[in-house]
């Protein structure tokens, strides 16, 4: 009896699916771990940027609010409110807002400390959210059109909308933007991602670590069956010529 001795390896058929099995495991893992700290990470720097956002809306109507009472029968400021606004952006708030816009409802700038832009239009989704009653908060780097006029700083700002309402009722007259200096947050962010990130990896790292050991040992013990079959193999073909 002839036995078909190339059909059996010595075992590297045996260890090259092991080392395929333990690559594609480790993809799979590492992919889905890496998706799950992305969407973790990013829910939560939307709900820091949306916490920024309602602050900054509280912020807005405290201060803007009581200025921008006249566009409720008005399209545009008087020059005494417009003075109110420059003294308040120059005075103590400029500690907070680096800049600051009202619009109209239908997305017509009515103020600006760039006076240049006062009565262009630029429609955005956000000030059709917040003429909706909705704030909103984003990074931005004054790159818009309405601040041509406007120096452009290698640092991010948060730039808010907020809904400005008539006095004592929840009709919105106008759009509250503010510009805020962005580094903290920025850098709250980052931290965040890094700590998700490092999260993530010491999780992972033993997962791979025990998957590559149970692959290894199951893969030991396929060679080592397979080495005594041979062997047996071999005793029995010797028997058979006997």
């Given at each position: 009896?002839?036995w078909p001795f190339?059909?059996?390896g010595?075992?590297?058929?045996?260890?090259g699916?092991?080392?395929?099995?333990?690559?594609a495991?480790?993809t799979?893992?590492?992919?889905?771990m890496?998706?799950?700290?992305?969407?973790?990470?990013?829910?939560?720097e939307a709900?820091?940027?949306?916490?920024?956002?309602?602050?900054g809306?509280?912020?807005?109507?405290?201060?803007l609010?009581?200025l921008a009472?006249?566009l409720?029968?008005?399209r545009?400021?008087?020059?005494?409110?417009?003075k109110k606004?420059?003294?308040?952006?120059a005075g103590v708030?400029?500690?907070?807002?680096n800049?600051v816009k009202?619009?109209l409802?239908d997305?017509?700038?009515?103020?600006?400390t760039n006076k240049?832009?006062?009565?262009g239009?630029?429609p955005?989704?956000?000030?059709a959210?917040a003429?909706?009653?909705?704030?909103t908060g984003?990074?931005?780097?004054?790159r818009?059109p309405?601040?041509?006029?406007?120096?452009?700083?290698p640092?991010?700002?948060?730039?808010?909308?907020?809904?400005?309402?008539r006095t004592?009722?929840q009709?919105?007259?106008?759009v509250?933007?503010?510009?805020?200096d962005g580094r903290?947050?920025?850098?709250?962010l980052?931290s965040?991602r890094?700590?998700?990130?490092a999260?993530v990896?010491?999780v992972?790292?033993p997962?791979?670590?025990?998957?590559?050991?149970m692959?290894?040992?199951a893969?030991?013990?396929?060679?080592?069956?397979?080495?005594?079959?041979i062997?047996?193999?071999v005793?029995?073909?010797y028997?058979a010529?006997?």
């Open positions: 009896m002839i190339g059909t059996i010595s075992g590297t058929a045996s260890l699916l092991a080392r395929k099995f333990v690559l495991a480790a799979t893992i590492a992919v889905s890496g998706l799950l700290a992305l969407a973790i990470t990013q829910r939560i709900s820091m940027m949306q916490t920024a956002a309602e602050e809306a509280r912020f807005t109507e405290v201060f609010g009581p009472q006249e409720a029968t008005s545009s400021l008087s020059s005494e409110s417009m606004l420059d003294e308040l952006l708030t400029s500690e907070r807002m800049l009202i619009w409802p997305a017509t700038l009515a103020y600006s240049q832009a006062i009565g239009r630029f955005s989704p956000q000030i959210a003429v909706e009653g909705k704030a984003e990074f931005d780097y004054l818009e309405e601040n041509a006029g406007e120096t452009r700083l640092t991010p700002l948060v730039e808010i909308y907020a809904p400005l309402f004592g009722t009709e919105v007259i106008a509250g933007e503010v510009y805020t903290r947050l920025a850098a709250d980052t965040i890094l700590t998700s990130a999260i990896g010491a992972t790292a997962m791979m670590l025990i998957l590559f050991l692959v290894r040992s893969s030991n013990l396929v060679n080592k069956y397979q080495s005594t079959l062997q047996n193999m005793e029995a073909k028997l010529a006997q």
